[in-house]
């Protein structure tokens, strides 16, 4: 029952999209709530169907092309007829490596998403750097995260983070970056 439930939102999707939607045709779909379905993308961005890992990395990168985050705070698979409810634990995505464009200020910074989606940094594409909490343990000592279209969230795996790190300017101990000429704080140098 379960399996086929998902054989039916595949078929669905396959049906109803002609290729990978753009994100903001998927912000002007507008169906009713199908229900919920049993898919939880895990904190470390591995995505479950029913308790099992989804393997089919192709399935995966289709799912979170059609991937959104209502007001209600809720994230939903969407097609043009249907939107299923999931489970997410933290940010939906991963930015697992970060490149520039351009150069002196005029270049953009752009994410790549572990689903191989790319997004500019900047703009309302927002970088934010969290503290983390005590306990969390991790030896960078923050949590970056970046605004995606949609709702949606990435957050930054250590290797994306210290690939900005490295590349940032230091000015009165604080580090920056700059995408689209927008000066973005990536947080104090200072020990």
Partial sequence: M???????????????????????T????NPALSGDIEITIAADGTWFHAGSVIQREGL?????SLLRRESDGHYYLVTPVEKWRLRVEGHP???????????????????????GGRCRVGGNH???????????????????????????S???T?????????????ED?????VSGGERIELGSIAA
């Fill in 60 to 64: 995966v990168r289709l799912f979170a």
């Fill in 26 to 29: 998927i912000a002007s779909w």
């Fill in 154 to 156: 990435a957050q930054l």
């Fill in 126 to 152: 927002r970088l934010h750097v969290d503290a983390l909490a005590p306990g969390e343990g991790d030896a960078a000592g923050v949590k970056p995260w970046v605004e995606l279209p949609n709702g949606l």
């Fill in 93 to 115: 995505l991963r930015a697992i490596d970060c490149d520039r464009q351009g150069h002196n200020g005029h270049g953009y910074w752009f994410v790549l998403l572990n689903t």
């Fill in 158 to 170: 250590r290797a994306a983070w210290y690939r900005l790190i490295d590349a940032a300017t230091i």
């Fill in 2 to 24: 379960v399996a086929s439930t998902l054989q039916c939102v595949v078929d669905t999707i396959v049906a109803s999209t002609a290729g990978l939607p753009d994100p903001a």
């Fill in 173 to 177: 101990d604080q580090a920056f970056i």
